[in-house]
Each structure stands twice: as C-alpha cells, then as structure tokens.
C-alpha cells in the first residue's frame, strides 16, 4: 500500500492573513560578526508565510546592507584567508621542490 502523500501545511499567512499553504521563515542572519539590531535575529518567533510573502521577505533581507563595521571585519577576514592560502601555496610548492630534490639524489646515487 503506497504511503499518504503528505499534503501541504494550510492556515493564514502571518503577513498577508490570507488561508494558503505556509512555511516557516529562517532568516540567514544568525552570524553577524558584532552585536546589531537585526530585523531578522531579533524576532522572537519566526513567521509562517505563504510562497509570496516568503519570497517578498527574502529578497527584502537579501537586500539589507551590512554595518560598516560588519564589512570592515568581513574585508579583514577575508585578507587573512588570502593570506592563508598563498602561505598553503607556497608550502606545497616548497613540498614539491625538497621531494623533487630527493628523487634527483636518489636517481644519482643509484
């Protein structure tokens, strides 16, 4: 016997209170680098919203700037992991040379 297709999760919609199916919005705003005020994280509950109003809140977050101070820590963080990996580069490379000149003593001695 085939299993019950589950069907949708139906009530009104906490921003438009229009009966249609919902979805529990999660913000991506769980790691901001400083204490802000966050329209998002600061919410208690987070709202059950039908596909339009989900939609709207999205693009309306992923429109919202970051701090000054939040792009400022956000450059720094991504200097010291282009630091990191130019440092990884170069010891790979530097791996690479001391193996080469091993196996070129090997073949020599041989």
Known sequence: ????????????????????????????????????????CDREKQPLLCTRCWDTEKQLEDRTEATPEERSAANFL???????ERYEAQVDA????CEGIAAASEESAS
Do not use: G, S
């Open 1 to 40: 016997m085939d299993p019950k297709p589950l069907q949708p999760f139906e009530a009104y919609c906490d921003h438009c209170h229009q009966q249609r199916p919902l979805f529990l919005y999660e913000a991506d705003h769980f790691a901001h680098l400083f204490p802000v005020a966050c329209r998002w």
């Open 94 to 97: 530097d791996r690479a040379t």
């Open 78 to 84: 991504n200097a010291l992991i282009a630091r990191n």
